[in-house]
């Protein structure tokens, strides 16, 4: 094997076993196209109001009352309907915040106070929820 090779085949390895992290974001919507892709179903939060007035990773201030949302892999600015599965209640918001990297295994999105209360979400905590993409913003 050739320098060059050996090089190709290490730089290769590496970037599979970097990107191996991300792997459990291929069924996220955004994988699958964005609107009008097939729904996903997982766990909803909901936002302190602690982070009330605090700034969030798109650069707006967190608002309670804003019907906005934080998501890891959907683009800011997409247009989402969360549906809880017990209820049925739903709620449309825009992704504009990112989660913690470490509790992408225990949930799917995080809303704010507003939209937990449209889901029934509030007082509970945490839901069972489906995601649609109802309009996907532009990067």
């Known amino acids: 094997m050739t320098e060059k090779s050996r090089f190709l085949v290490v730089a290769a390895v590496l970037w599979v076993w970097a990107a191996a992290p991300l792997a459990g974001y291929a069924q996220e919507p955004s994988a699958a196209g964005g609107a009008g892709s097939a729904p996903v179903t997982g766990t909803c939060f909901y936002y302190s109001d602690a982070f009330h007035g605090r700034p969030v990773a798109s650069g ?45 295994k225990s949930k799917i999105i995080e809303v704010t106070s507003r939209a937990a209360k449209e889901l029934g979400v509030f007082k509970k905590g945490k839901a069972e929820v489906r995601l649609e993409v109802v309009e996907t913003a532009k990067r």
Not at 64 to 86: C, D, Q, R, S, Y
Not at 88 to 100: G, I, L, T
């Open 60 to 104: 707006e201030t967190y608002d309670k009352e804003a019907m906005t949302a934080a998501h890891n892999t959907l683009p800011f600015g997409t247009i989402v309907k969360v549906t809880n599965l017990k209820n049925n209640r739903s709620a449309v918001v825009r992704v504009n915040d990112r989660y913690p990297h470490g509790d992408a």
